[in-house]
């Protein structure tokens, strides 16, 4: 990783710590929102411009840091924007936008620092500030206990990261993230082997995401805080969990050889991307079929790390945070949709055999069209698990009978749109390393291949013995959480609130 970042970006952070004073000072309601507003042009502009010396000066620079940058100004924009019209009217409008504020700083200092020990400070920081946040109605049970479970976990979370910052800068000698980088990759040159301390530091590293990232099975915070304002949930769901994935990435040297940290991640990773697909076909409720998507998505990506898809894992983030965060702020048009929807012909269920045919002939078109993209580009051919996840994604098109032409158009744009993200995600990592061992990249594809037969089975027979059976356990979260629940609160037991007299703006 380059040492030098480029100094634009890096004023990120002070265009939103400069304007809490202003916020603090201000009495008005009616015009708190200002210096907020202008904090969130300000940081956009700043990382535009960063962008536009990047293109000019040609340096190796912190590609991925100025692209995390430019994900965070512009999501605090959009956020600000809409909490400034979502909470018109509300109390305590000046207590939320101080602790916005401060969560978009403490954010923005994690993807532009070069130093292992203020980046560890700021993300606890952030964790702290959503604190406030979430329980922003503060008369509200279920928003203390969410946040209290949240706490706990984050809590833990923070001693791995500590132990393993120390274990990291004791081995590299600085704080400096490059110069433990460089000390990472002297280590390997010369005997071929971390050692204890950096497979340790690494294995603490993996743990803390997991925590982070709401993984089974402490994922029900993640699905239980709809308490908390709209913009909150977008500010959550799109920004806060996937720092995990940037630290994965940041740190993509030290876990490409940490073994049991890799597996950790595949292991944790994959089982929630598959426990929380299957959880989410139960649900109703938009956001929380959101949240539940979310667990799924990080368990993915931190899957993704496991196997050395760093490329996928950096197209998959910034694809993510933008979906998620327009799918939250946009929640409240579903209703229209769906009565919208309910007035069309319903269409049939498709079988058994023709979900098994779609998923076949996706996989024989992607193949073709991979032969063609490496015969053109050679050496860029996608891992296999990126191919299976793009085969289950793309099979419903091949189910569109008499569509023939237009699905297979939307394959070729489709990979088309893939193949060039992938490649500018190799361009911003700039990483020469090898993925993880076979077995690993096999689980991983028979855990999909599994999940997709089972969701076949499922629509194909949605009344039958198999779908009855598995219905209830899905719909309680196979009690996942109800057993974290029980832990915390005799760990730490929380006093719960009052509920108070609802006002006429108080609203979920």
Known sequence: MPSLFFPLAQLLPWAYALALLPVALIGSPRWIWWPARVAGYLGLSLVLAAWGQAALDGQSN??????????????????????????DGEPGQRRYVLALLGTL?????????????????AWIISSLCLHQ??????????????????????????????????????????????????????????SGQLGWDLQLAALLLALAVIL???????HGW???????????????????????????????????????????????????????ALVMMTRISIKVRLAWSTCAQMGLMLLECGLGLYELALVHLLAHSLYKAHAFLVAGET?????????????????????????L??????????????????????????????????????????????????????????????????????????????????VAVLLFLGLYLLQALLLAHPHGALAQRLYHLAFAGFYLDEHFTRLTFRLWPVRSPQPLTSTPGDRP
């Open 62 to 87: 912190d590609r991925l840091g100025l692209a995390m940058a430019g994900l965070v100004g512009l999501l605090a924009l959009v956020i600000i924007d809409y909490s400034q019209r979502y909470l």
């Open 105 to 121: 700083t403490a954010v923005a200092t994690v993807v532009t620092s070069t130093n292992l020990f203020l980046l560890v400070g």
């Open 133 to 190: 946040l979430l329980t922003f109605y503060r008369d509200r049970p279920q928003a203390v206990v969410v946040a209290h479970k949240k706490f706990l976990a984050s809590r833990l979370a923070d001693v791995c990261l500590l132990l393993a910052t120390v274990l990291l800068v004791r081995a590299g000698g600085d704080s400096q993230i490059a110069v433990i980088l460089d000390a990472v990759n002297t280590r390997l040159q010369a």
């Open 212 to 218: 982070k990232s709401a993984q089974l099975p402490v």
């Open 222 to 276: 993640l699905i239980q805080v709809m308490e908390a304002p709209t913009p909150v949930s977008a500010l959550l769901h799109a920004g806060l969990v996937n720092l995990g994935g940037f630290l994965l990435l940041r740190f993509a040297p030290l876990f490409s050889a940490a073994m049991p940290a890799q597996s950790l991640l595949v292991l944790f990773g994959g089982l929630t991307a598959v426990i929380a």
């Open 335 to 359: 209703v229209v949709q769906a009565r919208q929807h309910a007035l069309q012909p319903q269409a049939f269920a498709p079988g058994l055999g023709s979900l098994l045919l779609a998923l």
């Open 361 to 442: 002939l996706a996989g024989l078109a992607l193949t073709l069209l991979q032969g063609l993209w490496s015969w053109v580009l050679p050496g860029h051919a996608l891992p296999l698990v990126a191919l299976t996840l793009l085969a289950i994604g793309l099979a419903p098109w091949c189910l569109r009978r008499g569509q023939l032409p237009y699905g297979l158009a939307m394959f070729v744009l489709l990979l088309g749109a893939y193949l060039l993200w992938h490649q500018a995600a190799d361009w911003m990592l700039d990483l020469q390393l090898g993925t993880a061992p076979w077995p690993l990249t096999g």
